[in-house]
């Protein structure tokens, strides 16, 4: 990245070692008339954790939002692995391997853990042994849903909820894992847990994972590279480690 005229960091050109699995392009949406994002266009790497960065209202919740087809879009199109998404409903997104876990740890309260992942997994793992197998796989990886795993999802704390909501998404084995806010009211030592569960969940998997969040410090400690946005454009495009050591960048967008 360069600087620009008034001290900051210019945005730098996307870096990528393997293929585009997820890409925008031109990507406009907007509520009430006005746009949130006009014109956006950015590429997610197979494989990558990429933290989707910014303000309130810069735009990162409306992206994931548009990119799993929860509101409709104004131009631009949704690519994943060369196929046009944009004509899909959510639930033909899904299928096609995207997931999403939204802002406020969504899970079914009036259902038992076990219940809210083979809800998640039916949408992708046809066959009641595979989605047993694939439920009993997750277990072994998140020991404390394991030890849960018949109370209802009103029983859980905040930090087994949003581990469950993670949960519920990865047991349907996505290719894209998008991700709002997971942080949100969670203690520290929490928040530690659940994204080094995501950062392992990519490693073992190849998942690829888009990531937006406020705790930019945890989110660039797991992620391969990091996305600015700042009044729904993208600012910055860079390695994670590379933004975080940047200190105009940080001041002028990051607030730390």
Sequence with gaps: MSASSNGTTAPAEPTTTTRTLLAVDGLVVGYAGAPVLDGLTIEVAAGDVVALLGANGAGKTTLLRAVSGLVPLRGGRVVLDAEDLTGLAVEDRARRGLAQVPEGRSVVAELTVEENLQLGALWRIPGRRARRAAV????????????????????LSGGERQMLALARALVSRPRVLLLDE??????????????????????????????AEQNVTSALSIADRGIVLGLGEVVADAPAAQ???????????LGF
């Design 136 to 155: 009993d796989e997750l277990y072994d990886e998140l020991e404390p849903l394991a030890r849960r795993r018949q109370a209802y999802g009103h029983q």
């Design 243 to 253: 933004l975080a050591a940047d200190p105009a960048l940080r001041h002028a967008y």
């Design 182 to 211: 997971p942080s949100l009211g969670l203690a520290p030592r929490v928040v530690a847990q659940l994204l080094g569960t995501l950062r392992e969940a990519a490693r073992r998997t190849g998942l690829t994972v888009l990531l």
